[in-house]
């Protein structure tokens, strides 16, 4: 469990709580380690992935995260910021694989920006890479010649890494509906040509997987047009990161996405896809479902404790079932808690 910025102290209290309550409940006890990290490792180790965070995560079963960042670092060098620290995590820990579930609870169908009718019933999986591409591609940096300074990255992919994404989305595919849709720019970009070749010639060990392909600007548009029409999302480590706080909105609020983040050994990484909040952190606002839900992909990925992950799932629905809200999701008739007053409701609901 690592510490972490802004609201991450308030939703990672709530998902405490909640893990030693259905822990207790399905007889299993949980032993926490918690370790520093982003901001919180910078102001008690000057940098925001301490060797020995890295290496505790190592010796553990699952790590939950909270959002890390904030404002007052960036001004930093680069390396320093939290961001770094979460990208040297990853990295570090081989999470090559990252899963972003989009359910619509019924509940929350009259909270998105969009119609009900097109959002009723979406089910999607975005597999984002999360250790390759363009966030860790070299040469990158800032350079000043003939007058002008120009910054550049690298946006690269080896066909083995491909593959292996690949193989996880066909894999993911073929246990939910059977539909692959490969998100790229080939049209433009070598490195999506190859990601594309390579696609297809992984397609071949998934006959009973329907594979489609779609340029990253259609994909973002059809998201909003018709969301129901994806499964399984298959892409790169930047198309992941915009479509999933796009597919993230579809959902009413960025405050109930999870993730997880897999290697092909080792721990898996969990934690919501939304960020520290500086708006509302300390203010007891922020909603700690997302949170709440991570800790169910950890029970149920990390641990194998699938009965416990669905516990804490129910008690989310329930709870929107009831009619408690954060602010972020507020609307008229329901009632509006803070984050620790919609802990003791999870609670509560996990309990009742
Ligand atoms: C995410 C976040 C991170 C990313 C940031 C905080 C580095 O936006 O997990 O989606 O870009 O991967
Ligand atoms: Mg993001």
């Given at each position: 469990m690592c510490s972490s910025d802004l609201i991450g102290p308030e939703i990672t209290a709530v998902a405490r709580q909640l893990l030693d309550a259905v822990s207790l409940r399905h007889g299993f006890s949980l032993r926490y380690d918690e370790q520093p990290m982003g901001g919180a490792a910078i102001e008690a180790t000057?940098?925001?992935?301490?060797q020995s965070t890295l290496e505790a995560c190592r010796a553990s079963d699952a790590v939950l995260l909270a959002a890390i960042g904030s404002?007052?670092?960036?001004?930093?060098p680069r390396e320093q910021r939290p961001e770094s620290g979460l990208l040297a995590l990853r990295s570090g820990l081989g999470l090559f694989a990252n899963l972003r579930p989009v359910k619509i609870i019924p509940a929350l169908a009259?909270?998105?920006?969009?119609k009900p009718e097109v959002i009723e019933g979406v089910d999607l999986l975005v597999v984002r890479e999360l250790t390759g591409g363009v966030y860790f591609g070299t040469p990158k940096g800032r350079v000043e010649a003939d007058g002008h300074v120009r910054a550049f990255n690298t946006m690269a992919y080896s066909d083995f890494e491909i593959d292996r994404i690949a193989r996880v989305g066909f894999d993911l595919a073929q246990q939910r509906g059977g539909r692959l849709c490969s998100v790229d720019k080939a049209n433009v970009l070598d490195v999506s040509q190859l990601w594309r070749d390579r696609v297809e010639a992984i397609a071949v060990d998934y006959p009973g997987v329907a594979l489609s392909h779609m340029y990253v600007d259609n994909a973002a548009m059809q998201l909003v047009r018709a969301?129901?029409?994806?499964?399984v999302i298959l892409t790169s480590n930047l198309f992941g990161d915009i479509l999933s706080d796009e597919a993230a909105m579809l959902t009413g609020s960025i405050g109930m996405l999870p993730s997880a983040s897999l290697g092909a050994e080792g721990p898996g990484l969990f934690e919501p896809?939304?960020?520290?909040?500086p708006d509302i952190a300390?203010?007891?606002?922020?909603?700690?479902m997302a949170m709440v839900l991570s800790a169910a992909m950890l029970l149920r990925i990390g641990l194998k404790q699938e009965a416990a992950a669905a516990d804490l799932e129910a008690a989310v629905e329930r709870t929107l079932a009831g009619g408690f809200r954060t602010g972020d999701l507020m609307a008229e008739g329901c009632t509006q808690l803070g984050c620790r007053a919609m802990g003791d409701q999870l609670l509560a609901a996990l309990e009742g």
């Open positions: 000057g940098e925001p992935l301490p404002p007052q670092y960036d001004s930093l009259a909270a998105s920006t969009l969301p129901r029409q994806f499964d896809i939304h960020g520290s909040a300390g203010q007891d606002l922020a909603n700690p």
